[in-house]
């Protein structure tokens, strides 16, 4: 979310005092904790975040163990994404309406079932406006039912898209958790 909440429609970054400021103050972001370095761009700090990422997700094992790929989830605002990642590939996943509203509300970030659906249907119409800007290599639809009834198929759709294979051990994801 950090890479898309103050992005112009048509690509437009944000000031780099103003957008510290936003990180400041985002719950979520202080959740994470990572590190904003001021001597950074905006294009520079948001790939720094992925580093991060990628450094916390292979659990310190040096420059050498880190993982190949790296990926970002955001909920809104896809339209920006190709301004920020033009060769980003995209695995879309939809959600039951009734469900996301239910989730995020549990989050906290909706109190009612109107504003959580409203959620929904802002990050849809955003997709909508995303996709014909995408070359159809790059992305792939998946549904949440779809990925929970047939979990390898989905994962074996999803490592073709970004070049990898499907390996079983994808599948011990939940043993190794903290989510």
């Not at 429609?9 to 400021?21: C, H, L, S």
């Not at 916390?56 to 909920?75: C, D, F, N, Q, Y």
């Not at 639809?141 to 970004?162: A, N, S, W």
């Amino acid at each position: 979310e950090f890479a898309v909440d103050l992005v112009g429609a048509g690509g437009e970054r944000p000031a780099m005092d103003a957008y510290r400021e936003h990180l400041r103050l985002d719950r979520v972001f202080k959740h994470f904790g990572w590190r904003v370095d001021p001597a950074l761009t905006y294009d520079e700090q948001v790939a720094d975040f992925l580093e991060q990422c990628r450094e916390r997700s292979s659990h310190g094992a040096g420059s050498e163990g880190l993982k190949p790929l790296i990926g970002a989830t955001v909920h809104h605002r896809f339209d920006v994404l190709r301004h920020i990642w033009p060769g980003a590939r995209y695995v879309h996943i939809v959600r039951d309406p009734r469900a996301v509203a239910d989730s995020v509300i549990q989050m906290g970030w909706a109190g009612t079932h109107w504003h959580g659906c409203e959620r929904w249907i802002r990050a849809e119409s955003a997709w909508n406006r995303l996709v014909p800007h995408l070359d159809e290599n790059q992305w792939i639809g998946v549904t949440y039912e779809e990925l929970l009834r047939e979990p390898e198929r989905v994962l074996d759709r999803v490592c073709g898209l970004v070049g990898e294979a499907y390996d079983p051990a994808m599948m011990a994801y939940p043993g190794r958790s903290t989510y």
